[in-house]
Structures are given as C-alpha cells and as structure tokens.
C-alpha cells in the first residue's frame, strides 16, 4: 500500500525578504501598490489574516514555514494585477488549491478594514469638497451643483453554474452577447469611486438597476441638499437632482441645449475614465471571471477600493505606464449607509421596473436653470468638439 505522499519543505523567509527589497517601479509593476501603501493595507488588514500561534506552529510542523501576512497579501495583489494561480503558487512556494482560500481570506480583510467608498451627503463640507472637483474640469461657476457622476458597467464572466443563481442562468446573459456582471458605479471628479451597487443581474436595464441602489433612495428621499445633483448619461430618468443630457431631437432646437450637454459630459466622462482606469490597473478583469457567484461582487469591491487608494497616490494619469508594462489588455440593501454595500444580486422579474419617460419630456428645474445660466453667460460648444461630434453622428 503507498503511503501518503511526503510534504514540501518551503522556505518562504526569501521569497518575502525578496518582495520587501524589490526597487520601487518594479514593486509597483507586480503588485500596483507603492510600498508605503502596501504597508498601510497590510497593518489595516493584519489582525484578519495573522495566524494564530497555534496555526503557525502546525504550518511549521507541515511545510517548515507558515504563510506570512505579507505573503498573503503580495500574492492576493498579484492575483488582481492578472497573475494566473499556477504562476502564483509557483513563485511563492504556494500549494495551488490554497491561493483562491488566500485570496478570499485577504478580499473579506480589505472590505471589512478599509472603508474609502463613501458618499458622505450628510456632510456639508464633503459635498463640498467633491463638488470642487468637477469644477476643476468645467470652470467655477459656470456648470456648479456636481458631485457625483454615474453609470453601469459590465464585466465579462464564465457562464454561471445554475446552482448558483437559482437556475436563473439568463438573467445574466447581456445583450452584447455574453454574460457578465453588472455594476453601477458613482465617482468624484478625480474618478475616485464614492458609491458602487450591485443588486442587479447584468441584462437588467441601467434605469432598473439604479433605480434599486441607495443612491436613488438617497436622491428620492431628499437627503441630498437641494443645491447639489449627479449626472448621468442618457439611459437613466431626468430629475432636479439627477441630470441627464438633453436628446437629439431637442439640441437640433437650441443649441444652449448643446452647451448644456457639452458641459454635463466634461463631467460625466469621469465615470467613464473611472472604469477605464479600474480595467487597465487590475488584470484579473481583463478577461472573464472565472470566481464563484458570491466571490465576484467582494473582488470588485475590493479592487474599487483598492483603485481610490492608488488614485489619492497616482492621480489618473499613472495606469498608462502600468499597461505598458504589463501589455495592453484584450479587451446596498443598506439604510443608506453607503460604507455597507449590499450585494444581494435581484432578478430582472423581481425588480421593480421604473416606467421611464424620454429625458426631455421630464420637468427639470435644474436643467432648465443651468442650460440658461450657460446662455447667459455666451458659452457654446467648442469648435473641436462640434466638428467631433458632427463626425459621431455620420
């Protein structure tokens, strides 16, 4: 009878001591995180991923060595930069069936410790802060009242299994023909996210799905102050807090309308840019998902919050340099506490469908307001972006 097979000895103190003394550009290549920050996650999320005395002697009696918290977080790290697992357990002296128990364990720490996605609207000074970041994009005074810019998005997945998702496989299947899992994503004018809500399945329309996330319920329960309003792109409803663009039919009348939806796109791109940047940085969503339907939602809430932290570092302009290197990519329910994201996934026939209207047909004072405040002031759409836009419509 053959007996059991022998353990791997590991010496992991040099695979760490070697992580610690990389050069700074290629730390940042592996593991896109500056050292400084990599620390600071590593202390918030210490306490949840330390072994126990006990688990750290029984690891050096099995394999001579214990997986060290740095270890866990490096290979975590790699795992969202795009490194595959057998990659991973290779260069790190990993069994490959520990790597996704690794990954799970740090992704539950980081959303449990690190609490950077808040759209704090009870907080007079944040509102402001976060309107003064747009303003940088269009001019003070001239297109005020953001401070949230908004939209879905969809990221590519293997086909769910049906145990999963109550048999309900379609509901995740898109119209662009794949499945995916959707998003709905709100960020500041520095493309930091303030809100994220996953509560729906990816064929459910982009009205639908915000229409369920706390955002809406924070808009339509008026705890957002009246001077203040998110923009969003023509999918969704126009209101006096939620601006939409004006349609086709309505800018070939009025051409403030035009400059109206000029400005309203300088700060709506930011979301778009916001996505750009999250797909560029992290190369596990550069192709489909292939986690489990509960493992999904906490990956990309982790690497969002991740994302805002190399934003406060980098700036936007940094993911550029980091595609580069990598090669370019192929392509709540909360009582509105946005720190507390629900990711309890609704089917589109258990979701409440909101009856939209065409945008321009909505009353809304705000819109009117700024489209003749920008009349006012003699502004049009300029030259480069009218000759853009006539080639869009070709």
């Not at 009025?254 to 400059?259: I, K, L, S, Y």
Request: charged share 25%.
């Amino acid at each position: 009878v053959t007996g059991r097979e022998r353990n791997i000895q590991r010496n992991r103190d040099g695979i760490r001591s070697k992580i610690l003394d990389m050069k700074p550009s290629l730390f940042k290549r592996h593991y896109r995180l500056v050292k400084e920050d990599f620390q600071s996650v590593l202390g918030a999320i210490l306490p949840d991923i330390e072994l126990s005395d006990m688990g750290k002697r029984m690891a050096s009696v099995s394999s001579a060595s214990h997986i060290d918290p740095v270890l866990r977080l490096a290979i975590t790290l790699r795992f969202l930069a795009g490194g595959s697992f057998l990659d991973i357990a290779f260069g790190y002296s990993v069994c490959e069936g520990t790597i996704f128990a690794i990954v799970k364990q740090v992704f539950t720490a980081i959303d449990k410790r690190i609490q950077n996605i808040n759209f704090d609207y009870r907080n007079p000074e944040r509102l402001r802060e976060l309107k003064s970041t747009f303003e940088k994009q269009s001019g003070k005074g001239i297109f005020f009242g953001t401070v949230a810019a908004g939209d879905g998005v969809v990221f590519r997945m293997h086909r769910p299994r049906s145990d999963e998702v109550d048999d309900n496989v379609t509901a995740f299947y898109t119209r662009k023909g794949y499945f995916a899992y959707s998003m709905q994503g709100f960020c500041d004018g520095n493309c930091k996210f303030v809100h994220i809500s996953m509560k729906c399945t990816s064929s459910t329309h982009d009205s639908t799905a915000y229409f369920v996330s706390s955002m809406q319920g924070i808009i339509s329960e008026g705890l957002l102050p009246p001077m203040y309003h998110i923009v969003l792109d023509e999918a969704y409803v126009c209101s006096n807090q939620e601006l939409t663009p004006w349609s086709v039919g309505a800018v070939k009348s009025r051409e403030d309308r035009d400059t109206f939806n000029y400005f309203l796109s300088l700060h709506r791109q930011n979301i778009e840019r916001a996505f750009g940047i999250l797909v560029a940085r992290w190369g596990l969503l550069w192709r489909s998902l292939r986690l489990s339907m509960k493992t999904i939602p906490l990956a990309l809430k982790v690497c969002c919050k991740l994302h805002n932290i190399c934003v406060d570092r980098f700036g936007i302009n940094a993911t550029v340099e980091v595609v580069k290197e990598d090669h370019t990519p192929q392509h709540e329910s909360q009582a509105h506490d946005p720190s507390q994201l629900s990711t309890t996934v609704l089917w589109a026939d258990e979701v409440p469908v909101r009856q939209g209207t065409r945008s321009d047909l909505v009353v809304s004072c705000t819109r009117d307001a700024l489209t003749l405040h920008l009349r006012t002031l003699g502004l049009s759409r300029p030259t480069h972006s009218k000759i853009y836009s006539k080639l869009q419509r070709i």
